[in-house]
T-cell receptor, first 115, second 112 residues
Framework: GAGVSQSPSNKVTEKGKDVELRCDPISGHTALYWYRQSLGQGLEFLIYFQGNSAPDKSGLPSDRFSAERTGGSVSTLTIQRTQQEDSAVYLC?????????????FGPGTRLTVT | RKEVEQDPGPFNVPEGATVAFNCTYSNSASQSFFWYRQDCRKEPKLLMSVYSSGNEDGRFTAQLNRASQYISLLIRDSKLSDSATYLCVVNNQVNRDDKIIFGKGTRLHILP
């Protein structure tokens, strides 16, 4: 079946512009996560959606970052007034209903470059 | 103590050798554990879940030691294609909400 998809695959933007990154999770997966990964670094958790519960936004680095998930499916991560330090690969993952042993499936990521 | 800690490596290992990595975690209530593999400039992919009784998948064996709070990954008869970064992942689930922590990864280079 179809995996997690993300768009765009690459985005180059000027400092100060807003960007929107999209994630389409695997159909039927109730949990969706956003991470970012800078070059040569580990994954940094950003935000987590689980069903209709309030999202866990504890990883968002500043109020310039926001995310929403419409209809329990597609998610959009928005970065306002981008800064050069926002340059990274933004990864989305989804997983099935809660329970022990839940595994995440990642999309290919969006490579964001802020010039 | 970091929530999930891994030796960053790199581990440079000749082809055919056996290599093992450990990963320590700080939360004794952690409930589920995984190893992911990440190739250069690619997304992480699940390698295997780690069960309490230990589990094996071909050349790969994962173990969990709750008393000492670490998990391990053993790769036997290593192949060139095993070169990647191996990420340790711990889920500290609270009620029905995940709290997934990724380690920073261990880099493995298999040498011909």
């Amino acid at each position: 079946g179809a995996g997690v998809s993300q768009s765009p695959s690459n985005k180059v933007t000027e400092k100060g512009k807003d960007v929107e990154l999209r994630c389409d999770p695997i159909s039927g997966h109730t949990a969706l996560y956003w991470y970012r990964q800078s070059l040569g670094q580990g994954l940094e958790f950003l935000i987590y959606f689980q069903g209709n519960s309030a999202p866990d936004k504890s990883g968002l680095p500043s109020d310039r970052f926001s995310a929403e998930r419409t209809g329990g499916s597609v998610s959009t991560l928005t970065i306002q007034r981008t800064q050069q330090e926002d340059s990274a690969v933004y990864l989305c993952a989804s997983s099935k209903d809660p329970g022990q042993g839940r595994e995440q499936y990642f999309g290919p990521g969006t490579r964001l470059t802020v010039t | 103590r970091k929530e999930v800690e891994q030796d960053p490596g790199p581990f440079n290992v000749p082809e055919g050798a056996t290599v093992a990595f450990n990963c320590t975690y700080s939360n004794s209530a952690s409930q589920s554990f995984f190893w992911y593999r990440q190739d250069c400039r690619k997304e992480p992919k699940l390698l295997m879940s780690v069960y309490s009784s230990g589990n094996e998948d071909g050349r790969f064996t994962a173990q969990l030691n709750r008393a000492s709070q670490y998990i391990s990954l053993l790769i036997r008869d290593s192949k060139l294609s095993d070169s990647a970064t191996y990420l340790c992942v711990v889920n500290n689930q609270v009620n029905r909400d995940d709290k997934i922590i990724f380690g920073k990864g261990t880099r493995l280079h298999i040498l011909p």
